[in-house]
């Protein structure tokens, strides 16, 4: 009875919980305290529900329970009395509607008008008072319920480090004592990019999970979808906010098709395209052309979101342009110089120009530090020796590779892989 109890209330905290976090971050205007509030909340319903049962509205119980700990706490600490009183002018107007406007900032947008909490989190932990990794661990953390361990996977870097970043974050948030607000004028801008770059890292983690046993977490993926739609109301006229919320609409419509019946991976030539979302291509089309009619040049979102059109635009696996991916990759390596995005412009050479050219690519990628522990390069360069038809060394790759993967679909499918090299099989092309 305990375990299945214990299995909800870790359910519904995956989902809620940076929804708590946010709500009670405003009232208590520190990001620290509130998620110190939303783990008493959590710990109460250890406490309480194997005895009185679950709620049939788990989140609200949650999201009660933790404002009354808030409550208690601004009354028994004399020093928040001020932000109590805040408390009272917040919610007189939300009961009142009152909403105002700022216009100063990115043309027409309405930040106050959104009145939601996580964006107001996802800017506070922004602020620039913190490190880029700061920022983005934080946020991580925060909004997308990512333990310690995955971020440090999505980074590339160690856990003691990722720990670290968010233990000072929160500690020189609350020395701060900033706003917890959206930000308006030249304030906006600044934290733009950290802001589309915590969005975009919350949807690749629910894209491909990092680990567990799942190979996609979906709540991730609509949250960032969320998350997205509401940065472009925020901002029309940034071509960028646009790109991601193309990239990320265009990658979402394949989900259902990147998964069989049992829960394992399908790589993108193998997916029966029928299933991709078309409405969710639409709108990722809209939102790249909304970006590409802005002007200017291309950033690294708008560029990936072209990558992603090509794919999104083919009726059949054969009939996707890589020439003009391998080139858009090209634009995007000079953009951006990271190891990662070369390697994926090996996958799209390979397709392009054969898997010879793109061995090089990968070849000169071994020795990068931050790639040593990313399952990727071997498994694609297993792929790329197997086509060239060295297939004891590309089954060397593909069990290298899975000894690094975390996530138990991913790991089946790169053993899968391994073993299949004793029978001929197709070009598989991007894992999707």
Not at 193 to 221: C, D, Q
Request: glycine content about 6%; hydrophobic content about 45%; overall charge neutral.
């Amino acid at each position: 009875m305990h375990t299945a109890v214990h299995q909800a209330i870790a359910a519904v905290w995956r989902i809620e919980s940076a929804r708590i976090v946010a709500a009670i971050a405003r009232m208590v205007r520190d990001i620290g305290v509130a998620e110190e509030l939303a783990q008493d909340a959590l710990v109460t319903a250890l406490e309480r529900w194997p005895l009185d049962g679950i709620p049939d509205n788990r989140g609200a119980w949650l999201m009660a329970t933790a404002k009354n700990k808030a409550l208690d706490r601004l009354r028994r600490d004399k020093s928040l009395v001020a932000k109590l009183e805040q408390i009272g002018h917040d919610l007189e107007a939300q009961e009142a509607m009152v909403v105002p406007d700022f216009t100063d900032a990115l043309d027409d947008a309405r930040a106050d008008q959104i009145g939601d909490d996580l964006l107001r989190l996802i800017f506070t932990a922004c602020h620039p008072v913190l490190s880029q990794e700061a920022r983005v661990a934080l946020t991580l953390k925060l909004l997308g319920g990512l333990t310690t361990h995955e971020i440090a996977r999505a980074f590339l870097v160690s856990e003691p480090t990722v720990a670290q970043r968010i233990v000072r974050a929160k500690r020189t948030l609350s020395e701060a004592g900033l706003p917890f607000e959206v930000p308006r004028g030249e304030a906006l801008r600044e934290r733009l990019a950290a802001v589309l770059e915590v969005v975009y890292l919350i949807f690749n983690e629910g894209y491909t999970a990092t680990s567990g046993e799942s190979w996609m977490r979906p709540a991730l993926i609509d949250e960032a979808l969320r998350l997205g739609r509401m940065l472009a109301e925020l901002a029309p006229h940034e071509p960028e906010v646009h790109g991601l919320a193309a990239l990320m609409e265009l990658q979402a419509s394949r989900a259902a098709a990147r998964s069989d019946a049992t829960g394992r991976p399908v790589l993108l030539a193998d997916q029966d395209r029928t299933r991709w979302d078309r409405l969710l291509i639409k709108r990722g089309l809209v939102s790249l052309r909304r970006a590409e009619t802005l002007g200017g040049a291309a950033g690294p979102y708008v560029l990936q979101a072209s990558i992603a059109a090509c794919h999104a635009r083919a009726a059949t696996a054969a009939q996707t342009d890589w020439p003009r991916i391998a080139a858009l990759y090209g634009v995007l390596a000079n953009v951006i110089r990271s190891p990662v995005i070369e390697l994926n412009r090996a996958v799209a050479v390979s397709m392009a120009e054969g898997p010879a050219a793109a061995l090089a690519i990968v070849d000169s990628l071994r020795n990068e530090r931050t790639l040593q522990s990313y399952q990727w390069l071997p498994s694609v360069r297993g792929d790329l020796l197997a086509r060239l038809g060295r297939r004891e060394e590309a089954r060397a790759e593909f069990e290298r590779a899975a000894t690094l993967a975390a996530n138990a679909q991913e790991r089946a499918l790169l053993l899968e892989r391994a073993e299949e090299l004793r029978t001929p099989r197709k070009d598989p092309g991007e894992t999707g």
